[in-house]
């Protein structure tokens, strides 16, 4: 009889191990899960840079700026007389073209509840058919710190992370940058002064 118990013994104690292991094993997978599920992000606006031939950005203080294009050739109104910065540009662009949201509130009736009725900033890309989408950032959620925003007239409004309003700010300096013409031009009067200096 002792050694049937032991057996016995043994037997539940393995069984128990093994419940143990497939019920730690459930909870680490649940929680992995749970992980990248909380990674995904929601596509919340998308459209091929290629398509844009306008893209500008005010906030409520009045300050804007905006860039169109001509062929291939991106130039802003506020620095007619410089190249446009394609990485600095190109950041804002990429940001209003791809915009992937952290979450989604649906069926919004006050847009007032959120900052999307008087907006903080408002983003518009010009299409060369003359049609427009526009972009509204609302408040800050103080408990996670992303952006409410809002496509064109949807009443559905989305969450962004605070890095994407960081891509539009208003100096323009920051956009442009000296053409390539006059840069050339300056640097060769500038040598020739030199060379005279020199004589």
Do not use: H
Request: net charge negative; charged share 30%; glycine share 8%.
């Amino acid at each position: 009889m002792g050694k049937i118990n032991k057996k016995k013994l043994q037997f539940a104690a393995a069984a128990a191990i093994l419940l143990l292991a497939g019920g730690f094993y459930a909870i680490v997978n649940s929680m992995e899960f749970a992980d990248e599920e909380s990674l995904e992000q929601i596509q919340a606006f998308y459209l091929s840079e290629d398509e844009v031939t306008g893209l500008g950005w005010k906030n409520g203080d009045g300050e804007e700026l905006s860039f169109t294009k001509s062929g291939e050739e991106w130039s802003s109104p506020e620095e007619p007389d410089k190249d446009v910065n394609m990485i600095k540009f190109g950041d804002a662009l990429s940001a209003a073209c791809d915009i992937k949201a952290e979450d989604t509130v649906s069926s919004v009736s006050d847009m007032s509840v959120y900052g999307l009725s008087e907006p903080r900033l408002t983003i518009e890309l010009e299409f060369s058919e003359g049609e427009k989408d526009t972009i509204t950032v609302g408040d800050m959620n103080e408990m996670t710190g992303d952006y409410y925003i809002r496509i064109n007239n949807d009443s559905d409004i989305y969450t962004v992370d605070s890095s994407f309003i960081n891509n539009f700010g208003f100096d323009v300096t920051e956009f442009t940058e000296e053409n390539a013409t006059d840069s050339e031009a300056s640097e060769s009067a500038s040598d020739e002064s030199k060379s005279v200096a020199n004589e």
